[in-house]
Nanobody, 117 residues
Framework: QVQLVESGGGLVQPGGSLRLSCAASGSIFRIIAMGWYRQAPGKQRELVATVTSDGRTNYADSVKDRFTISRDNTKSTVYVQMNSLKPEDTALYYC???????????WGQGTQVTVSS
């Protein structure tokens, strides 16, 4: 079992920045990848960014060059720095962890990001 706790969401004006954090606990030694997904009202959950335990990253096209994902393995924490935020980035952001050996997925409770003037 892995538990994930997100923090850092909030209200920000267009063009602003936010940093989300996600702390993992439990069977963290089984985690092979962590990442962020988001879900806007009336839409499906979508990938934002992921990072593997060996540092490989993957980004949605919509956030490339604006968002940066990073991971602190010593703290079992993953971050996403979000810059140049747009109203269309408004969503509930979920932290995700994938564990070995069966690629089980674990999810946090979500943190709201609202981009509005």
């Amino acid at each position: 079992q892995v538990q994930l706790v997100e923090s850092g969401g909030g209200l920000v004006q267009p063009g602003g920045s936010l940093r989300l954090s996600c702390a993992a606990s439990g069977s963290i030694f089984r985690i092979i990848a962590m990442g962020w997904y988001r879900q806007a009202p009336g839409k499906q959950r979508e990938l934002v960014a992921t990072v593997t335990s060996d540092g490989r990253t993957n980004y949605a096209d919509s956030v490339k060059d604006r968002f940066t994902i990073s991971r602190d393995n010593t703290k079992s924490t993953v971050y996403v720095q979000m810059n140049s935020l747009k109203p269309e980035d408004t969503a509930l952001y979920y932290c995700n962890a994938v564990t070995t050996p069966r690629n089980w997925n674990y999810w946090g409770q979500g943190t709201q990001v609202t981009v509005s003037s």
